[in-house]
Nanobody
Framework: QVQLVESGGGLVQAGGSLRLSCAAS????????MGWYRQAPGKQRELVAA???????NYADSVKGRFTISRGSAKNTVNLQMNSLKPEDTAVYYC???????????????WGQGTQVTVSS
C-alpha cells in the first residue's frame, strides 16, 4: 500500500507565504511524478504544479512566478513554496503521485487527504 501525507496548510494574509510538504510512503518501487492539485468550493480540482522524476516542472498559469515545486531533502517528498498568496489561492490542496508500487508493475495515481489553505484579504 502507498500513502501520501500532506502538511503545512493554514491561514495567511494576502501577500504572505506558505510551504506545503508531501511525503509518500509504503510499498513504493518508483515515483514517476509528484504534484499538487487544488479544489476551491464549487470548482473542479485543478493542477497547481508538478515535478517529474527527471526534475521537469509544470505550473498552472495562475501560479507561475509565485509558486515553486521542488523535491524535498528526504526521499519521496515534494514541497510547494507558495509566495505572494492571493485570496483566490484559497482551496484544499491535494498531493498527487504517479507511483509504481512494489506489488504492481503499472503506474497508479495516488492522492493525499488534502490540506486547507486559506488566504485572507
Amino acid at each position: 500500500q502507498v500513502q501520501l501525507v500532506e502538511s503545512g496548510g493554514g491561514l495567511v494574509q494576502a501577500g504572505g507565504s506558505l510551504r506545503l510538504s508531501c511525503a509518500a510512503s509504503g510499498s513504493i518501487f518508483s515515483i514517476n511524478a509528484m504534484g499538487w492539485y487544488r479544489q476551491a468550493p464549487g470548482k473542479q480540482r485543478e493542477l497547481v504544479a508538478a515535478i517529474t522524476s527527471g526534475g521537469s516542472t509544470n505550473y498552472a498559469d495562475s501560479v507561475k512566478g509565485r509558486f515553486t515545486i521542488s523535491r524535498g531533502s528526504a526521499k519521496n517528498t515534494v514541497n510547494l513554496q507558495m509566495n505572494s498568496l492571493k485570496p483566490e489561492d484559497t482551496a484544499v490542496y491535494y498531493c498527487n503521485g504517479e507511483i509504481v508500487s512494489v506489488m504492481s508493475s503499472i503506474t497508479r495515481t495516488y492522492w493525499g487527504q488534502g490540506t486547507q489553505v486559506t488566504v485572507s484579504s
